[in-house]
């Protein structure tokens, strides 16, 4: 078996690769919905962000209200430092679970850990190889603005807030450009996918 971490910045294609990925054959595990997951009403780590952030980021069904705590948390790095300590560990141990889960039942799997904070919360240590999804800034601020309906100045400051995409290909082991046409992007991921599938 073969763990490896896909990432990238925000707004540049990584979860149209990790599709693609899953396509080929790889077993993809998301950090997202593992944190989505981990955060549902009632659970602790929802009970210790409650504690910390106060009950009015919550929504009227008490699930978190994500667009809230992200603004707040995208201000302040303290904040934001406060929110990652209560997420991350309880998000780490569900992906240690899934990966032994995914080795068990096939010995030579590629399990794709698609995860945006990989380097910035040193993840990279515990992988065997890494992929980088690149694009320009000027697509990543278009898509943002599309998808997620922020600001120009909103988009750069999320952007900025990340680690550059200059330091993250410098540490990647693979990198594949997010804005190629999507055929072009899916022979990659093909070719990329058989490689990994060797090595595991």
């Known amino acids: 078996m073969i763990l490896v971490g896909l990432t990238g910045g925000v707004a540049t294609g990584k979860s149209t690769v990790a599709k693609i990925f899953q396509q080929c054959g790889a077993v993809v595990i998301d950090a997202d919905l593992l944190g989505r997951h981990v955060v549902e009403p009632g659970k602790p780590a929802w009970q210790a962000?409650?504690?910390?952030?106060?009950?009015?980021?919550?929504?009227?069904?008490?699930?978190?209200?994500?667009?809230?705590?992200?603004?707040?948390?995208?201000?302040?790095?303290a904040k934001r430092r406060a929110l990652e300590s209560i997420i991350h560990p309880r998000v780490a141990r569900e992906q240690a679970r899934l990966t032994k889960q995914a080795a068990r039942?096939?010995?030579h799997a590629v399990v794709?850990?698609?995860?945006?904070?990989?380097f910035e919360a040193g993840i990279d240590k515990r992988?065997?190889?890494?992929?980088v999804v690149t694009a320009d800034r000027t697509t990543q601020i278009s898509r943002l603005k599309k998808r997620n309906g922020l600001t120009r100045a909103e988009a750069?400051?999320?952007i900025n807030s990340q680690m550059s995409l200059a330091?993250?290909?410098?540490?990647?082991?693979?990198?594949?450009n997010g804005t190629l046409p999507r055929p072009t992007l899916r022979k990659h991921v093909g070719q990329l996918f058989t490689r990994l599938r060797l090595l595991a």
Do not use: C, E
Request: hydrophobic content about 40%; glycine content about 4%.
């Open 49 to 77: 962000i409650v504690n910390t952030f106060g009950r009015n980021i919550l929504n009227p069904d008490r699930s978190l209200n994500r667009h809230m705590l992200g603004i707040i948390v995208f201000r302040h790095p």
């Open 112 to 118: 794709l850990y698609d995860v945006p904070l990989l």
């Open 156 to 158: 750069l400051h999320r």
């Open 105 to 107: 039942q096939d010995p």
């Open 167 to 176: 330091k993250k290909v410098r540490r990647a082991d693979h990198v594949l």
């Open 127 to 131: 992988l065997d190889q890494t992929i």
